[in-house]
């Protein structure tokens, strides 16, 4: 089994900046099978969206909404991903879950972070 651990959530003011990190820890075979990792968000009464992802090659992939603002970055070697958000805004506001595919695009989640930027 694999587990997805997010941290760095929080209260923030807009215009400031959170860094969320996404441990993977558990099963070495599958971790190393995780080919894409990336982070979506869940605000109330809203459908998950996708934030952005990573290839254990570097290829990025990040959401129009954020393009300019959010980083996604990975350490391969600590099995970890990270997303960097500068100039926040109250719209930001939501639960971040971390996300990794692995072999036969079997997909795991975090348990997700609580984002929450006060205007």
């Known amino acids: 089994q694999v587990q997805l651990v997010e941290s760095g959530g929080g209260l923030v003011q807009a215009g400031g900046s959170l860094r969320l990190s996404c441990v993977a820890s558990?099963?070495?075979?599958?971790?190393?099978?995780?080919?894409?990792m990336g982070w979506y968000r869940q605000a109330p009464g809203m459908q998950r969206e996708m934030v952005a992802t990573?290839?254990?090659?570097?290829?990025?992939n990040v959401a129009n909404s954020v393009q300019e603002r959010f980083t996604i970055s990975r350490d391969n070697a600590k099995n970890t991903v990270y997303l960097q958000m500068n100039s926040l805004k109250p719209e930001d506001t939501a639960v971040y879950y971390c996300?990794?595919?692995?072999?036969?695009?079997?997909?795991?989640w975090g348990q997700g972070t609580q984002v929450t930027v006060a205007s």
């Open positions: 996300n990794a595919v692995g072999a036969r695009h079997y997909e795991y």
């Open positions: 558990g099963s070495i075979f599958r971790i190393n099978t995780m080919h894409t």
């Open positions: 990573i290839t254990r090659g570097g290829s990025t």
